[in-house]
């Protein structure tokens, strides 16, 4: 079946100009989640989604960053007066389910977008 | 706080195991030990997870010690394609964020 699709492959954008990246959930999956990894470097939690529940956000570096994920499914991250040191690959990752008590917590990643800001 | 301890790079023959560790000395006992993968230019690929019995799968074999403060993860033949950074993580059973450290880079050598 589908996988996780991101959306675009590729961003390049100048410094002070706000950008939105686009995720595409596993159909079916409540659980939606968005990581940044610079170059060289591990995966960063920014965010995470499930359900209709408030989104556990504690993971966002700053106020210019912000996500939110519509009807339950597609999610896009905002970045507004992108810095240089925001550029990274953007992964997002979505799950069956996050709820306390499931135990199938396996998350499926998507291509990731690759920001740079110049 | 990625609260796991990984090699930073090992090598591996091809055709042999690889054993890939990972120190979780502040595990606690509703937490789990994940595993995955990230080959170059792609994203992570989720490969095992346990919580104190070993698991094995058609990718891998999970071994857990008995205090839970260490693991080891096994490729049993090693192929070119196993080459990528391999993270352990620790996740709380009713947690949402996944920590995953810098992991351990594996070169599968021909």
């Known amino acids: 079946g589908a996988g996780v699709s991101q959306s675009p492959s590729n961003k390049v954008t100048e410094k002070g100009k706000d950008v939105e990246l686009r995720c595409d959930p596993i159909s079916g999956h409540t659980a939606l989640y968005w990581y940044r990894q610079s170059l060289g470097q591990g995966l960063e939690f920014l965010i995470y989604?499930?359900?209709?529940?408030?989104?556990?956000k504690s993971g966002l570096p700053s106020d210019r960053f912000s996500a939110e994920r519509t009807g339950g499914s597609v999610s896009t991250l905002t970045i507004q007066r992108t810095q240089q040191e925001d550029s990274a690959v953007y992964l997002c990752?979505?799950?069956?389910?996050?709820?306390?008590?499931?135990?199938?917590?396996?998350?499926?990643f998507g291509p990731g977008t690759r920001l740079t800001v110049t | 706080d990625a609260k796991t301890t990984q090699p930073p790079s090992m090598d591996c023959a091809e055709g042999r195991a690889a054993n890939l560790p990972c120190n979780h000395s502040t595990i606690s006992g509703n937490e789990y030990v994940y595993w995955y993968r990230q080959i170059h230019s792609q994203g992570p690929q989720y490969i095992i997870h346990g919580l104190k019995n070993n698991e094995t799968n058609e990718m891998a074999s999970l071994i857990i010690t008995e205090d839970r403060k260490s693991s080891t993860l096994i490729l049993p033949h090693a192929t070119l394609r196993d080459t990528a950074v391999y993270y352990c993580?620790?996740?709380?059973?009713?947690?949402?964020?996944?920590?995953f450290g810098t992991g351990t880079s594996l070169t599968v050598i021909p």
């Open positions: 990752a979505s799950s069956l389910s996050g709820l306390a008590g499931e135990s199938s917590y396996e998350q499926y």
């Open positions: 993580i620790v996740r709380v059973y009713t947690g949402n964020q996944f920590y």
């Open positions: 989604f499930q359900g209709n529940s408030a989104p556990d």
